[in-house]
């Protein structure tokens, strides 16, 4: 496979995710979301559509060659994808139920997977126009008015701050908190909607994000690429890479960890007991 210049289409992308951002911004300003409902029973709004048409046709001109695989495509067939040697996985508008409630924990998520592995990943927040990127050998950033900064995953110290799912969250996670204070010590528990979680832990506000609860492919490669890049990592409960481009483009339960795997490994029990 013929390698890319990773760094170079770093800015490209994160100007396709703001012009996204702003086509949401102007349906989140309506009275009239546009809500309706798609066959899995899961809300779609006009801002998700608005933002897939952008990404969709931006990133067809930027990169030709690459397929774009979205949630909004309209479905791809695994025998169509399954021997991409690499494809644009979007999100247009992840946390759309966080959009509905106007909470602005909702985000535009791009990113670009070889074979089975996020390698370049941006995550844009339209509400306070941050824009988290990163990617393989290229480093992990946070951008906000024209300013870039770099970011990384933090050492683990005390409280360990947890990250939970301000929609999702349930018995196994409390177990999970109450596991981890009583084998460390003091915990804090962050609860944010979407992508933004994963963000947190690249950039090393949190250590731990654990999702035991449903998601897709998309919802997860982009902020999977930038955490990555922060020197954390995203694996399935058993400890082993988070994967892409499967059958099933459903998720695993993961965790998002911002120390080395060998650091989390004690939690095992509470994941899996």
């Not at 897939?52 to 025998?79: C, N």
């Amino acid at each position: 496979m013929e390698m890319m210049d990773l760094n170079a289409l770093l800015s490209p992308l994160g100007e396709i995710a703001r012009a996204a951002g702003q086509a949401i911004l102007e349906v989140y300003e309506r009275d009239d979301l546009g809500v309706e409902t798609k066959d899995d029973k899961s809300p779609i709004t006009e801002a998700d559509l608005a933002a897939h048409k952008i990404i969709e046709a931006r990133l067809q001109a930027l990169t030709p060659d690459i397929p774009v695989f979205s949630e909004e495509s309209g479905g791809i067939a695994y025998a169509d994808r399954k021997d991409w040697p690499r494809f644009w996985l979007v999100d247009p508008l992840d946390g759309t139920k966080e959009f509905i409630k106007r909470n602005g924990e909702f985000t535009v998520n791009i990113a670009l997977v070889e074979g089975d592995t996020p390698v370049l990943g941006v995550v844009h927040v339209p509400v306070t126009a941050v824009t988290y990127m990163g990617g393989k050998g290229v480093g992990a950033f946070k951008e906000h008015n024209g300013e870039r900064e770099t970011i990384q995953c933090r050492a683990r110290t005390l409280p360990v701050v947890m990250v939970a799912s301000r929609s999702h969250g349930g018995e196994a996670v409390e177990k999970l908190e109450a596991f981890i204070r009583e084998e460390i010590g003091e915990v804090e528990r962050a609860s944010m909607g979407s992508s933004l979680k994963l963000c947190l832990v690249a950039e090393g506000s949190a250590d731990i994000y654990p999702r035991l609860a449903p998601t897709s492919e998309w919802d997860t490669a982009a902020a999977h690429a930038v955490v990555a890049a922060a020197g954390g990592v995203v694996v399935n409960t058993d400890f082993a890479p988070l994967q892409y481009n499967k059958e099933d483009i459903l998720n695993p339960f993961f965790l998002v960890l911002g120390q080395s795997i060998e650091q989390w490994r004690f939690i095992a029990p509470a994941l899996n007991g």
